[in-house]
């Protein structure tokens, strides 16, 4: 039976589920899960890979034991934790560890999971922890100044007093007079075991750097190690200091590799682009003077890193002639910018430093030591996040020392000051300051480390290899049809090109698309704080965005590209697309975040500082923008930052989000239904469905229940009375008193759309349709039902909420409102929407420093919304898509 628009918004009858939700994951996909490596990239060096998998609801009990098989049916050893839970206690992700490479893929199914040849084993006592596989033996101390104590391998000390390192100096980068370098070393206060193996062990470790008085900058560093004899360290700090005192000159991760090999056979490397490789031994056989040295010919084997003869074993001239020859005792390679690296070298610390060679883009890899055994170590995002740096010094020595720069002292330091001492106001510069707003406390950043302790030095191309995975690491990943069959993310669907139309908007969107990735090269968008960041609006006089225009800067997840970035991998399954979403997502989490201090748990409003704008809200801060790249990675680090937010509507007692355009009410604070209260609801649900306590299921609830019943339901507020030690929200009789157009498009809309089928609330699910249908409905359809106030000035940007005449279609099943929303989508509106995005052009001459493509007038906001309705149309009305596109699509 069709169930018309008029009964179901006039009535209480219960909707049908949504095509793609939750309620039709459960009868999809069988219990086993096929993986492939993302970007058909296998492991090309040790390392287990790790990732999520989702599952169909009822699909698996919470205990049930996997295993993974390759293409060849050969198991393959695996490690298995839960994630999160569907509702009936299934699972609905797991996080997964293998060992081995299965360069065609391998399936995750029911059944015993196969033991690593040499299974991880973890000791600990009140004092230490130690975890060991095979030969490889790891020492982590509990306290005190080390991360690692010492790796030993096969008996002999490989690594040694991994620790951390910060220098600090308190005048501005500009001032020329005499200035101090303030040395802060880190201090453990707590080490924890998280993971046990077989394949993984994870090791918490949490601190403060420690010096000149004082112990700043929060740390936490997990250290990974795995089966197959890699560490990786996932290092992460939270800024605690004074923005306008405290200027970083130099921030890293140090430990010492022990040598024991004569000079001629230890070995430095640093890799460059490519497979491009730049390698010495410390003393170097001279092989350029074959006629007078007698071992000339075993340069090229000393090159190689094969093992040369020992002074014993040489005659006296032999060996005398080598000992004039230059020892090298340090190396270091400085990533200055995102386009040039330069290696230098030097004899001792009384000597000037030497250019040995310069590149481009490094990888950020490297590797000391002898034929006896060394270290190879990995910085990701090296040249990406510049000013970076590789450092070895002491290799003259008993132990080379081996320094990683996640921002080196050869650059001048970070300069985190507020980029003007005035505000400039929201009526010319669009941006929101506040007195003591525009401050970096708190804001956070995540680095990646590898190392490999080796027990010789490898040959080039291992070491090729190993640069590779330090800068995309092997990941697992699904078919996009398989993760709509579990209901991944709520509504979208694969790629669709069955009709000329349809092949037509894919077409636009992979061209919107690959702009903003050519964009991020063309404009340089790199560096240590704003990698992973695209700008929000373009200045289309001066040809560049508005770098410098208050809240037209730095996007800062305004109108959730994140959401944008993860659904088109989700539809696509690319690994470019994926890598670009994955460094907005550590950038948006960490350095838009305010992680401790008077703003814990908001983020900021887009800005020409990432931090420095006043408007601090949970929409920035939201877990509805992290959940992909935790649930399809596993990683920690961002499971900690969501857990960090399941009370951030607490912050909103001091920092109401309206407090100047609201009138001031007797309650603790307000919050609008969006994006402020769909904001901590997708905390909330981050939560319920990680540990499935509900009540935090129960706290969605409230707050849906209240909005439902409130004087107009959807269209009450936007601003709400809120209590946050209830959370409890209070109809202040405000509607059609201002703008909606933010309720939904800060994720809300994704928000409640995944959230269908996991909660049953007829009377929520009534009042959502209501405002779906009639949020785009021509004013005097819309002020028939909802009465004279509901005026189209406040019901903005129709382009943008397209969606929801979409989902009212899908729910009510009405090809009418199916058609009214294909057309809101593809229509020019009055505003100067565009249904489709801008032609690129190339500009030149005097107008422009060099030549650029740019698409005119482009902004951010439109092309994550028009993206978004995009792929919500094609799933929910897809078949209701016209047979030709309007004028102008030609």
């Known amino acids: 039976m069709t169930v018309s628009r008029r009964e179901v918004l006039g009535s209480g009858l219960a909707l049908p589920a949504v095509l793609g939700g939750a309620a039709e994951a459960k009868a999809a996909a069988p219990p086993s899960a096929d993986l492939h490596w993302l970007g058909d990239a296998p492991p090309g060096a040790p390392g287990a890979a790790v990732w999520g998998a989702p599952w169909p609801r009822g699909a698996l009990k919470a205990k049930t034991a996997l295993t993974a098989i390759g293409v060849d049916g050969q198991a393959l050893p695996l490690q298995t934790w839960p994630l999160a839970y569907w509702p009936d206690g299934s699972l609905k992700w797991t996080g997964h560890a293998v060992a081995g490479t299965a360069p065609k893929g391998f399936q995750v199914k029911p059944g015993k999971p196969a033991v690593p040849a040499k299974p991880i084993q973890v000791r600990e006592t009140p004092e230490w922890i130690e975890v060991a596989t095979g030969d490889l033996v790891c020492r982590f101390a509990r306290t005190g100044g080390a991360l690692i104590e010492s790796v030993g391998l096969a008996g002999r000390e490989t690594l040694r007093g991994a620790r951390l390192v910060c220098l600090n100096q308190i005048l501005p980068p500009d001032d020329l007079g005499p200035r101090e370098t303030q040395v802060f070393d880190g201090v453990v206060q707590a080490a924890t075991v998280e993971q046990r193996g077989p394949v993984r062990a994870v090791v918490r470790i949490d601190g403060r750097h420690h010096g000149a008085g004082r112990d700043w900058l929060p740390f936490t560093v997990r250290v990974a190690v795995d089966a197959q004899g890699r560490l990786t360290l996932t290092h992460s700090f939270v800024f605690d200091g004074d923005g306008n005192k405290d200027f970083i000159a130099g921030l890293g991760i140090r430990f010492d590799v022990p040598l024991t090999d004569e000079l001629q056979n230890r070995h430095v490397r640093f890799a460059g682009e490519g497979e491009g490789m730049w390698g010495e031994a410390v003393r170097n056989l001279p092989g350029w003077q074959p006629a007078k040295f007698a071992l000339a010919d075993k340069f090229p084997d000393q090159l190689r890193g094969e093992r040369v003869p020992a002074l014993a074993a040489m005659d006296g001239k032999t060996r005398d002639q080598l000992l004039t020859v230059p020892a090298w005792d340090s190396y270091r390679l400085f990533q200055g910018d995102a386009d040039a690296f330069a290696i230098d070298k030097r004899t001792n610390t009384k000597s000037s430093w030497l250019r040995a060679d310069h590149g481009g883009r490094s990888p950020g890899f490297g590797y000391v030591g002898g034929v006896s055994g060394g270290v190879a170590f990995g910085v990701r995002h090296f040249w990406q996040r510049h000013p970076t740096g590789l450092e070895i010094s002491g290799a003259t020595t008993d132990a080379a020392t081996v320094t990683l720069w996640l921002w080196s002292p050869q650059a001048g330091p970070m300069d985190l000051r507020h980029y003007s001492d005035k505000a400039h106001g929201l009526e010319i510069q669009y941006e929101d300051v506040e007195e003591g707003h525009s401050t970096p406390l708190g804001v956070a950043r995540t680095n990646q480390v590898f190392l490999w302790p080796v027990a010789a030095t490898p040959t080039r191309e291992t070491l090729s290899a190993m640069a590779r995975t330090t800068s995309e690491p092997p990941l697992p990943v699904c078919t996009p049809a398989y ?284 009042a959502w349709a209501r405002f779906c249908a009639y949020y785009n409905a021509p004013q005097a359809e819309r002020q028939a039902a909802l009465g004279p106030t509901a005026v189209d000035r406040v019901f903005g940007y129709p382009v943008w909420h397209a969606r929801l005449t979409a989902w009212a279609a899908k729910k009510l099943n009405d090809p009418v409102l199916a058609q009214r929303a294909w057309k809101e989508f593809l229509t020019k509106t009055k505003s100067g929407q565009e249904g489709r995005p801008a032609l690129i052009q190339r500009v030149a001459g005097t107008a422009v420093l060099e030549p650029i493509d740019e698409m005119a007038n482009v902004s951010t906001n439109q092309s994550s919304q028009w993206a978004l309705n995009l792929f919500e149309l094609l799933a929910l009305v897809g078949d209701a898509a016209p047979a030709a596109l309007p004028p102008g699509w030609e």
């Open 483 to 766: 993760y709509q069959s579990c209901g991944a993310f709520g509504v979208w669907a694969p790629v669709d090109r069955s009709t000329p139309v349809k092949a037509k908007l894919e077409a636009e969107h992979e061209r919107l698309l690959g702009f903003y990735q050519y964009e991020i090269e063309q404009r340089r968008w790199y560096g240590f704080w704003d990698h992973g960041d695209v700008m929000h609006t373009y200045d289309q006089d001066r040809h560049v965005w508005r770098y410098d225009v208050g809240g037209y800067a730095w996007d800062n997840s305004e109108l959730v590209p994140d959401l944008w970035l993860w659904t088109a991998f989700m539809r696509t399954g690319r690994a470019d697309v994926f890598r670009m979403a994955e460094a907005m997502t550590r950038h948006t989490g960490e350095v838009d975040v305010h992680h401790l201090g008077p703003f814990k748990g908001l983020g900021s409003r887009h800005n020409v500082n990432h931090w420095g704008d006043g408007a601090k809200e949970v929409r920035i801060s939201q877990s509805l923008l992290r959940r992909h790249y935790y649930y399809l990675t596993a990683d920690e680090r961002t499971g900690d930052l969501m857990a960090e937010l399941v009370d951030a509507d607490h912050a909103l007692a001091a920092v109401n989000p309206v407090r100047k355009v609201a009138a001031k009410t007797d309650y603790p604070t307000q919050a609008r239904s969006g994006p402020d209260w769909f904001a901590f609801a997708s905390n909330w649900l981050v939560a319920w469905e990680r540990t499935s306590d509900t009540r935090w299921r129960d706290k969605i609830i409230k707050g849906l229940d209240a909005i439902a019943s409130s004087s107009h339901g959807m269209f009450s507020g936007p601003p709400f009375g809120y209590d946050p030690t209830t959370a409890t929200l209070h109809d202040l009789g405000t509607a059609f008193t201002t703008s909606y157009h933010l309720v939904t498009i800060m994720g809300g809309a994704e928000f409640v759309f995944e959230l269908d089928g996991l909660i049953d609330d007829p009377a929520w699910t009534k």
